[in-house]
T-cell receptor, first 113, second 115 residues
Framework: AQSVTQLGSHVSVSEGALVLLRCNYS??????LFWYVQYPNQGLQLLLK??????LVKGINGFEAEFKKSETSFHLTKPSAHMSDAAEYFC???????????FGGGTRLMVKP | GAGVSQSPSNKVTEKGKDVELRCDPI?????LYWYRQSLGQGLEFLIY????????KSGLPSDRFSAERTGGSVSTLTIQRTQQEDSAVYLC?????????????FGEGSWLTVV
């Protein structure tokens, strides 16, 4: 079985500030980890994914995430927030043991001018 | 098409009616998924198709829900005797193959409101 916990359903940052969205996972086999973003009234778009290569993964729009096995974490960061980053972000876990992509509860990011 | 296409984008139906939601996956993708997104429930897996294999129906919430995939391409999700708790966004997705590392591409969803 696998699960994902996103700490903080809402995160608010000022424009230009660091963005940190937290994700912890539980998996009995080596995981694959994903971050998706959902803009209002749109579907989910892949930001980045970890597939057992480099532990620091760079994605689109300046986002990156680091896989830390010892902490079972895959936190998403961006050095400087833009207004256009306001959206809902979902962390998800999958594996090669047949488990379906499982999502966390999502974090809504708000960016203040 | 370039992406996963879903129709209708919005559907309002009366309680007790049946609804059908359609999904056109990305051309050449062998795996197709349905998820449901609702307030308070997050994103729930419903059903998964892989090529010609039997679908994984383990996420369907009740026997009022069913799905089929014709010709390995288009899929239809059917909800019979709709209830108010079925109101949600139904998201279809596809991937090239089913491997855990494959990127899953999502459509924009079908918003279902049961009144």
């Amino acid at each position: 079985a696998q699960s994902v916990t996103q700490l903080g359903s809402h995160v608010s940052v000022s424009e230009g500030a660091l963005v940190l969205l937290r994700c912890n996972y539980s998996s009995s086999v080596p995981p694959y980890l994903f971050w998706y973003v959902q803009y209002p009234n749109q579907g989910l778009q892949l930001l980045l994914k970890y597939t057992s290569a480099a532990t620091l993964v760079k994605g689109i729009n300046g986002f990156e995430a680091e896989f830390k096995k010892s902490e079972t974490s895959f936190h998403l960061t961006k050095p400087s927030a833009h207004m256009s980053d306001a959206a809902e972000y979902f962390c998800a876990v999958s594996d090669n043991a047949g488990n379906m992509l499982t999502f966390g509860g999502g974090t809504r990011l708000m960016v203040k001018p | 098409g370039a992406g996963v296409s879903q129709s209708p984008s919005n559907k309002v139906t009366e309680k007790g009616k049946d609804v059908e939601l359609r999904c056109d996956p990305i051309s050449g993708h062998t795996a197709l998924y349905w998820y449901r997104q609702s307030l308070g429930q997050g994103l729930e897996f419903l059903i998964y198709f892989q090529g010609n294999s039997a679908p994984d129906k383990s996420g369907l919430p009740s026997d009022r829900f069913s799905a089929e995939r014709t010709g390995g391409s288009v899929s239809t999700l059917t909800i019979q005797r709709t209830q108010q708790e079925d109101s949600a966004v139904y998201l279809c997705a596809s991937s090239l193959f089913y491997k855990g590392a494959d990127t899953i591409y999502f459509g924009e969803g079908s918003w279902l409101t049961v009144v």
